[in-house]
């Protein structure tokens, strides 16, 4: 990828990138030098080391390993060091309130919880749970020319929602490049379970110090929470990143693209569109999801769910029942992430013994969950703040029992990079209904409507289905693609061709049948003979109510005809 040429300077330095940030130091007069090492995530997303300047591009003294990303944002978005910043502002001002401890967002947490919210508060010792920024530099109105795998290039972002504002963001982007301090590992690149249960339930923490601020994250998946330690014997820490969707509460009637994040771990109600409690609402709301603080911590649970069900090493049964629900694209009706998200198929019986206590609380979380979501009141946020404080309290409780027996499954190993495969992170427009089709292997299809915004993930997967971290499309589809002759007319040997190529891909997707399987297809079967059924009873009542018509026989239909 050649990005010599852009604003600011960009050298190629062999098979990496010297990226100069000018208007840095104290006075703004100074410009600061970082050369990648490696690409991290494969859209713009690289470490980096700062060094001495462009002429001697050799490593500053003491400098460590950094990560720098270069983003392109709309000009009227804020950047992410901007919401940092603002975020950060918001939870000292909540830390300042005489009585926050009796605040309605913590009517649910016990006195040790907000113990351990109090002594986050001090010395602002609660920035350690965020990925910190340690430099940025925006180019306003930049012309930047598009990178052939720039993934994040023309993404359409939540905050634009008719089509004109989407056509002049598309013209009109700034370039942000933002350098974090510390080189941090992914929640899915953690080792075992013990790791990776403990840095999540940290990130429920940093969910929660978001959530008293005002604030929701609106993109939690297993690549924003990421794993930080000094060395191979400190502790994991949790990162939470990627505030580029954060936003504070929104107000009862205005919405913005609630459809936007990972669809491996996307709320349910964000994916359906619409409220549990739907039925109940007015008319003009009932298709209406404003994006809440409980979407955020069932995230968490749905990235607990797939870690347990789908990251274990050798967990076949548990992956086979649950690979459906994973997918890499979100659309409404997913009948399988439904039966998910409703209890179907057993994750106690999947798991195995050793983790059934672990599956129970899971279990017993989501019942909760459902009930929460039932309460939904469409009023305001401030009437919600209960469920809210709910929700974060029973997640805490849930993480607490299940440490009564991490001596079990603490040492569980979990898919290694070697076993993984790419998958694909789709960021939907809400004005798009229509279903959208992805093939991992090769290129993306779609159903007739608006093309949605797509940017690429490389996550941990086995099997066909695990989910994102950033990487190139595959190059699978051109090859098969080379294979058929470029015809400029559709002839019968073209189109039994292009039959054969679609019925195979086909195949080759198609997942093993299972019983959870077996027994979908058998109820949409009878659905199907239901239908058909009663259209057939329809038609003959139809028939039977007409007066009888005098019978014709053949020669006088004929000679109606002469």
């Known amino acids: 990828m050649d990005l010599s040429g852009y604003e600011p300077p960009i050298l190629a330095i062999g098979s990496n990138y010297l990226y100069e940030l000018p208007n840095q130091g104290e006075d703004g007069s100074q410009s600061r030098f970082f050369l990648t090492t490696r690409s ?142 510390e080189l941090c590992t992914a929640l899915h690149d953690l080792p075992t379970l013990g790791e990776a249960t403990h840095v999540l339930r940290q990130g429920a923490v940093a969910l929660q110090l978001m959530m008293i601020a005002g604030w929701i994250h609106h993109d939690i998946s297993s690549g924003n929470i990421l794993a930080f330690r000094e060395n191979e014997d400190a502790p994991w820490t949790v990162k939470l990143a990627d505030l580029e969707y954060a936003h504070k509460y929104l107000p009862r009637g205005e919405h913005i693209h609630t459809k936007v994040g990972t669809p491996f771990f996307m709320p349910f109600e964000v994916q359906q569109q619409r409220r549990l409690n739907w039925f109940m609402l007015p008319g003009n709301l009932k298709a209406t999801v404003i994006y809440d603080p409980q979407h955020d911590v069932e995230s968490i649970w749905w990235i607990w769910l797939w870690i347990v069900s789908m990251r274990i090493s050798g967990r076949e049964a548990s992956r086979t029942a649950y690979q459906s629900a ?13 039966r998910a998200w409703t209890g179907s198929p057993n994750l106690k019986e999947c798991v195995g013994e050793d983790l059934g206590d672990v599956a129970a609380i899971i279990h017993n979380l989501r019942l909760a969950f459902l009930r929460l979501c039932a309460s939904h009141k469409d009023t305001s946020p401030q009437d919600n703040y209960d469920r809210y404080s709910e ?35 789709v960021k939907l427009d809400t004005s798009s209904t229509g279903l959208w089709d992805s ?48 015809i400029s007319r559709m002839t019968r040997s073209r189109t039994k061709l292009l039959m054969e190529e679609t019925t195979r891909k086909a195949a080759d997707r198609t997942p093993p049948m299972t019983r959870a399987r077996t027994r979908l297809v058998k109820e949409v079967a009878a659905v199907n003979n239901d239908a058909t059924r009663l259209k057939r009873t329809r038609k003959r009542t139809i028939a039977e109510s007409l007066p009888n018509q005098p019978s014709v026989d053949n020669r006088t239909k004929k000679a109606r005809y002469r």
């Open 326 to 338: 994973f997918k890499a694209v979100a659309h409404m009706e997913d009948l399988d992430r439904q």
């Open 391 to 425: 929700a974060h309290a029973l997640l805490t409780d849930a993480f607490i029992q299940v440490d009564a027996t991490r001596h079990v499954w603490e040492l569980l190993p979990l898919v290694q990079k070697a076993e993984m495969h790419s998958a694909v992170k």
């Open 40 to 181: 991290l995530h494969g859209t713009r997303v690289w470490e980096a080391i700062e060094v001495e300047s462009r002429e001697r591009p050799e490593k500053l003294g003491g400098a460590k390993p950094v990560v720098l990303k270069d983003a392109r944002i709309a000009n009227s978005r804020m950047t992410e060091k901007d919401i940092q910043t603002q975020l950060f502002d918001d939870i000292r001002g909540f830390a300042a309130m005489p009585h926050w401890r009796e605040h309605a967002l913590l009517s649910k947490f016990n006195e040790g919880e907000k113990d351990r919210l109090g002594e986050l508060f001090v010395d602002d010792k609660f920035e350690n749970l965020f990925l910190r920024i340690s430099l940025e530099y925006r180019c306003v109105n930049a012309s930047i020319r598009s990178p052939t795998n720039e993934g994040t290039a023309g993404k359409v972002t939540s905050a634009q929602a008719d089509t004109g504002e989407r056509r002049a963001a598309a013209t009109s982007r700034d370039r942000v490049i933002t350098v974090f301090e």
């Open 439 to 486: 093939c991992i292997d090769d290129g993306f299809r779609s159903a007739p409507g608006p093309q949605p915004q797509i940017e690429l993930d490389d996550l941990p997967a086995e099997a066909a289905n695990i989910a994102h971290k950033r990487t190139r499309p595959n190059q699978k589809a051109s090859q098969e693609q080379r294979s058929i002759p470029n």
